[in-house]
């Protein structure tokens, strides 16, 4: 288990990156088996961690006290992008119901949003909860665009928004720009929303990057300028640890950005990394979702909680 893997690493790009590594730690992969991994949380009063394996129909669960993996739910809707809010209740983004929902403490699950001026959303992909409570969430087409991660259908709203739903319930588009939205996160101060765009995926030139926001108090956005562009492959889901650094999933593994948008460094991953999460006690290890497999390394940086 704590030997090196095939394929993994530690890149250093530039020397800042040195102080975000431990140099002699090793990616570890806890669990394989799952056809696409994605939306890893952490729990920490639990000390578990859960993820979803979106084809295969099912949230799995980490356990950090004795390192099993098993069923957290099946089906799960194809639950794709996950979070935690600040009462520690699980927020999830389901392809099947086109909805973003809540599991409150007694394991009752809340509808947070399902439709937006009355029409079904798309496929919600992935989600942020602010610390006033509001919920953020991005909300491409990939879920409706075949039978694989959820059921093939047409989109109702006609393009893919972000969205944010007021402590009222009230769902209001944020960002109408994008072609495929997809990992989002703020900046440890809530100040800066970064929202992928992986619209390369289905439009030739299309959008393989990172673009920065400006939050403003009433909810709105601003700006949105281009923080980062994707090396390889596409970024996807992204944490950011507590001194605005972005660890960014990519082709080969993670991406580490420097706030001025430097990319400083890399964790090698032999498979296609769709998101990433810190956990652990600490908050200093990053859980990497690498398309069949759980990977994890331990890093000299703590991540931004609730994460
Ligand atoms: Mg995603």
Known sequence: MYGVIDGTGLDVIAPDFETCIIGHARVERLWTGARWSEGPVWFAAGRYLLWSDIPNDRILRWDDTDGTVSTFRQPSNNANGHTVDRQGRLVSCEHLTRRVTRTEHDGRVTVIADRVDGKRLNSPNDVVVKSDGSVWFTDPSYGIMMDYEGDRAESEIGACHVYRVGPDGAVAAVATDYLKPNGLAFSPDESLLYIADTGVTHHAGGPK?????????D????????????????????????DGRIWTSAADGVHCYAPDGRLIGKVRIPEMVANVCFGGAKLNRLFICGTTSLYSVFLNVNGVSPV
């Open 219 to 242: 909810g709105t956005l601003s700006g949105g300028e281009v923080f980062a562009e994707c090396t390889s492959g596409v970024f996807d889901g992204f944490r950011l640890d507590r």
């Open 209 to 217: 990057h990172i673009r920065r926001h400006a939050v403003n108090a």
